[in-house]
């Protein structure tokens, strides 16, 4: 089994800056890619950000040269640096694993991620 448990969501106003942190336990050594996604209300969940086992990333058009994600394997800890945050990055984001090595790169898709964790709301007030 896997747990997933983020933190550091809160609000902020445009233009600001917040770090999600995800800290991963149970079963760590299978968890190798890693992602965000979000869900703004009465949208779709949509990807954000993954990170594969080789260190490879991919960003979403609306968060690319904003948003950062990163893997500390020592910590067992996924993180999602924001930056320059804009009101439509509010919503509920997500902390996803999977148990493989690589993930298509195209594209951030919930169907190659197997583990969720709860959410932290992030507001951006303009």
């Known amino acids: 089994q896997v747990q997933l448990v983020e933190s550091g969501g809160g609000s902020v106003q445009a233009g600001g800056s917040l770090r999600l942190s995800c800290a991963v336990s149970?079963?760590?050594?299978?968890?190798?890619?890693m992602g965000w996604f979000r869900q703004a209300p009465g949208k779709e969940r949509e990807g954000v950000a993954q990170?594969?086992?080789?260190?490879?990333?991919t960003y979403a058009d609306s968060v690319k040269g904003r948003f950062t994600i990163s893997k500390d394997n020592a910590k067992n800890t996924l993180y999602l640096q924001m930056n320059s945050l804009k009101p439509e990055d509010t919503a509920m984001y997500y902390c996803?694993?999977?148990?493989?090595?690589?993930?298509?790169?195209?594209?951030?898709?919930?169907?190659?991620?197997?583990?969720w964790g709860q959410g932290p709301q992030v507001t951006v007030s303009s």
């Open positions: 996803a694993a999977a148990r493989r090595w690589w993930v298509p790169r195209g594209r951030v898709e919930e169907a190659n991620f197997g583990y």
């Open positions: 990170i594969d086992g080789t260190g490879y990333t």
């Open positions: 149970g079963d760590t050594h299978s968890t190798v890619s």
